[in-house]
């Protein structure tokens, strides 16, 4: 397909997709769609920024659209008919963004119920009727067991940033929310890499998926330049410090391995007199996310993260990812660079290398 017309979606997602100028669909997009459409269950395996939230969402309307149709409108309380199951509550947040244009024209309800929030939140997200449910799998699987949501009626299941969600161990919870689905849901499964916790996943509850793997999955995308910076000494920082003196168009996000690491950072920034704010584990939720808003909204160009911020996070204006210190894992190489040059945009990695990287370089230079 090389335009959206060419899907065979409802002229209520159509008008969406022209008002949100939306014309041509990535490589995924192309790929999953009709095969979702059909009915089939999918396992999308993309690079970072390629589109994958969107390549579920439009058949998810469309089907639960056509249902309604029909005649079949959905009437039980807290009881979807489609659960997208995200591993953060930040992606969940970001998922609901994706669909809520699409919303307006159908008159679908999407609801969501994420960790980080309270129970009487969650309780109040899920009374009445409503057709699309975003989810992490902790608080889905309690609601579950308290029968606040039931999932007996789901026509639809995703996963969401597998590799993510799989690697903080929520296999079992996993595997609980699909047993509490009907037999014959229709599965999809998005993920940028394949790690083993993925692959067993792929193996059991998506054994008759149809697989799609992009041309550019695990690489990194045509739109991103690279510059390795060797870091005489170790002495990062006068290295930092020249970078920022030169500004790049949208923000910088800086990558350190470890919470210290980055606190550190932080402080050697703002005596400096550079404004910036952190996002890492074992923080205040709440000064997390309002620390991520101001970078989403350009309020503050400079944040410093751990790998917290290098999976499924969407923030538009990200024009420069800066590894402070490079992961020792290929995978969490991939997933902060994947911050930047999203959608075809251009963007920019620099990578702040010593003696000790040069194994991950040698890998690097097979994924260029």
Same mark, same amino acid.
């Given at each position: 397909?090389?335009?959206?017309? /060419?899907? /065979? ?8 997709? =022209? ?13 999953? =769609? ?7 269950? =999918?396992?999308?395996? +993309? ?7 969107? #390549?579920? +969402?439009? *058949? ?15 009437? #039980?309380?807290?009881? *979807?008919?489609? #659960? ?31 960790? @980080? ?10 009374? @009445? ?9 902790? %608080? ?33 919870? #996993?595997?609980?929310?699909?047993? +509490? !689905?009907?037999?014959? %849901? ?10 083993? +916790? ?23 995308? *045509? ?38 690491? !980055? ?12 404004? !910036? ?22 309020? =503050? ?18 024009? %420069? ?25 251009? @963007? ?10 040069? *194994? ?9």
């Amino acid at each position: 397909m090389s335009s959206f017309t /060419d899907f /065979d979606l409802l002229p209520t997602l159509q008008a969406t997709l =022209v008002e949100k100028d939306l014309v041509t669909p990535t490589e995924i997009q192309n790929r999953a =769609v009709p095969l979702l459409l059909r009915g089939r269950s =999918v396992v999308g395996v +993309a690079e970072t920024g390629s589109g994958k939230t969107l #390549a579920y +969402a439009l *058949p998810v309307l469309h089907l639960l659209k056509e249902l309604e149709n029909a005649g079949d409108r959905i009437k #039980a309380d807290g009881q *979807p008919r489609a #659960a997208v199951i995200v591993p953060t509550r930040e992606l969940g947040e970001q998922v609901s963004r994706v669909f809520k244009p699409f919303t307006h024209t159908t008159r679908l309800r999407v609801r969501t119920v994420l960790g @980080g929030t309270t129970l009487e939140i969650a309780k109040r997200n899920v009374q @009445g009727p409503f057709e699309v449910l975003v989810a992490t799998p902790g %608080r889905l699987v309690q609601l579950i067991s308290r029968k606040l949501i039931s999932l007996s009626d789901v026509r639809f299941l995703v996963f969401d940033e597998a590799d993510q969600m799989l690697d903080q161990g929520f296999m079992p919870d #996993a595997n609980r929310i699909v047993n +509490a !689905c009907p037999p014959k %849901r229709q599965l999809a499964l998005f993920s940028a890499t394949v790690s083993k +916790a993925v692959q067993e996943l792929m193996t059991t509850i998506f054994v008759d998926a149809e697989v799609i793997r992009s041309k550019g999955s695990h690489r990194l995308v *045509p739109s991103l330049k690279t510059e390795n910076r060797m870091v005489p000494d170790g002495k990062r920082f006068p290295v930092l410090e020249s970078l920022l003196a030169h500004e790049v168009e949208g923000g910088t996000l800086i990558f350190t391995n470890t919470r210290d690491q !980055c606190d550190r950072l932080a402080v050697d920034l703002q005596r400096i007199g550079q404004n !910036c704010l952190i996002y890492r584990g074992e923080m205040d939720k709440v000064e997390r996310r309002a620390n991520l808003k101001k970078f989403r909204d350009g309020e =503050v160009k400079l944040l410093i993260s751990t790998d917290l911020a290098s999976r499924g996070l969407d923030v538009e204006h990200v024009g %420069r990812v800066i590894n402070y210190h490079l992961p020792q894992q290929m995978e969490n190489y991939l997933h902060r660079v994947g911050r930047t040059a999203r959608a075809g945009r251009p @963007g920019l990695v620099i990578n702040f290398v010593t003696e000790r990287d040069q *194994p991950l370089l040698d890998q690097m230079e097979s994924v260029r």
